[in-house]
Nanobody, 114 residues
Framework: QVQLVESGGGLVEQGGSLRLSCLAS????????MRWYRQAPGKERELVAY????????NYGAFVKGRFIISRDDAKNTVYLQMNNLLPEDAGTYYC???????WGRGTQVTVSS
């Protein structure tokens, strides 16, 4: 059974950084594209970043504006989201998703203080 587990969220000051991780188990990780989404109360769920197998292509949501980096380490079955220069509007629950099969993790909470 495929499972995704996010970690790395927490409280950070505006302008600070966090590195989120998503550990996958029960699948051939390297074969799949992976996504990061986020959602805050009162806001729609939005795509943060998208990475294809072997990082052949990478896409970001328009709001990222160069502040975030998605990467993957297939040997560790892990996809990362490095977030820099965080803003209060970046707060929310961050989820990783495998589009194939629409598999979701439980999410990790990010709080940004000003």
């Amino acid at each position: 059974q495929v499972q995704l587990v996010e970690s790395g969220g927490g409280l950070v000051e505006q302008g600070g950084s966090l590195r989120l991780s998503c550990l996958a188990s029960g699948c051939a990780f390297s074969s799949y594209a992976m996504r990061w989404y986020r959602q805050a109360p009162g806001k729609e769920r939005e795509l943060v970043a998208y990475i294809y197998p072997y990082a052949r292509d990478i896409n970001y949501g328009a709001f990222v504006k160069g502040r975030f980096i998605i990467s993957r380490d297939d040997a560790k079955n892990t996809v990362y989201l490095q977030m820099n220069n965080l803003l209060p509007e970046d707060a929310g629950t961050y989820y990783c998703q495998r589009p194939n099969g629409d598999v979701w993790g439980r999410g990790t909470q990010v709080t940004v203080s000003s």
